[in-house]
């Protein structure tokens, strides 16, 4: 048994080596070159397992403990792994235009980054899955810290001491876990069989630790204000990132979290009430928004309460529409971020009563705004149609009319998405550029757009998966 995962996960770190000895001008196509061949290979998992092939390893770690490493390959595993090489490998192709200084340790801090989310969504123990979740956490404090923008010493320790919050209450969630289940383990899979075994008393403080870490993960209101901070400040690639994987470490925790403890049923109608406010509340925050990056990031905040929704439900519609909506998000909220950098780039600003007229100037990025605008609200032909109609239908059937509350943050955001093009975009005026275009940004956007209606269109090729 060949261990693809293992390799997918360690060629990104492997690549550092050359990225070290390399010279300044090939520094970014070693990156491309790493992000596309991890894409390839992730195709390569998909099409594995539908020949049921066992893309699973596991090795002993420290044994006393019960403690090994180990890879799973099931359909959660690989969706999100998709996603993961898919949004890095988008944001590869444009590390050279949003980067301009420091090529060399940004591209290492990328390959690191790529590596470490790779593996927080395959690992089969909490304990690694916690490790590799921080060593992406602090890769992207090194992103903002040092390739953002003007305030970006601000938001990267605001980031960071959000982050570590998250982190210390998941560390004792996974404790609680390990010593309240006998024998004692750290892996998801035994967790999740046997999750009836922990005691009530313990499964309760527990689910109250994952809510709160998770929520700041994804984030939910209140405990959101550090994203559009770190959003606003971020590079072009870091929010790419940012939104596009590392607020799904927190989505993929909530789905293991209603996996694992029985007892979170109980709670889950007034868990999703809470979800579905805070889709709402950004939704309406956004609008009042005058910055793009800041808009764009509370429209992910209403689509990440969306998926905390579905995850809440607990039936197979729920569980499969919170995978694929933050597959599809990712795809989509990556596209404007990639759109948004670039109007940053071109016009050395993201005020949005200052930016007009794009579309006369540059018609490319202007089309894949709009494209992923619809993405994001659900146009059928797109993978968001599937989302919605999975994640709804999912929430409808668990929650009922509660279920569908978050619909209208769906409309609020479509209203927003569709004035920023107006408003941004067309018209007769339009505002000088500082620079002119490359080409990289319209190959990556094409990318995500092309990913996005192959998995609208074709949904079964995730949805089958065991």
Known sequence: MFPLLLLIILIPFISILPLIAAR????????????????????LALYLAYGNYNLNISVSYISYLGLSFGLVGGQINLILLLMTATVFFAASMVGA???????????????????????????SSFFFLFVFWEISEVMMFFIIYLYGGYDRRYAAFKFILYSLVSSLLLLIGMMVL???????????QTLIANGSAIPAASQLLVLALFMVSFMIKMPIFPLHSWLPDAHTEAPTT?????????????????ILTFLILPIAA????????????????????ALRQTNLKRAIAYTSITDMGIVAVGAAASNSLGIEGALYFMLSHALAISMLFLIAGTLDELYGTLEINKIKGVLNKFPGISYLFILGAMAAVGLPLTSGFIADLLTFTGAFKAFRVVGLVPLAGVFLM??????????????????????????????????LMIMSIILGV?????????
């Open 97 to 123: 235009y949003s980067i301009g200084t420091g090529e060399r340790k940004y591209n290492i801090i990328f390959a690191i980054a790529e590596g470490a989310s790779l593996a927080v969504f395959t690992s």
């Open 238 to 254: 870091g929010s790419m990132i940012l939104a596009g994987v590392l607020l799904k470490f927190g989505g993929y925790g909530l």
């Open 178 to 188: 390990y010593t309240s289940i006998t024998p004692h383990t750290f892996d998801i």
């Open 458 to 466: 074709l949904p079964f090729l995730l949805l089958n998966l065991k």
């Open 414 to 447: 479509g209203a927003l998405l569709f004035w920023l093009y107006e408003r941004i975009f067309q018209g007769e005026k339009y505002t000088k550029p500082y620079k002119e275009l490359a080409n990289s940004v319209i190959y990556s956007g094409t990318f």
């Open 24 to 43: 300044d001008k090939a520094l970014h196509s070693i990156s491309i070159l790493t992000s596309a061949l991890i894409f390839a290979l992730t195709i």
């Open 266 to 285: 109980h709670y889950a109608i007034y868990i999703a009430m809470v979800f579905a406010f805070s889709s709402i509340y950004a939704a309406l925050v």
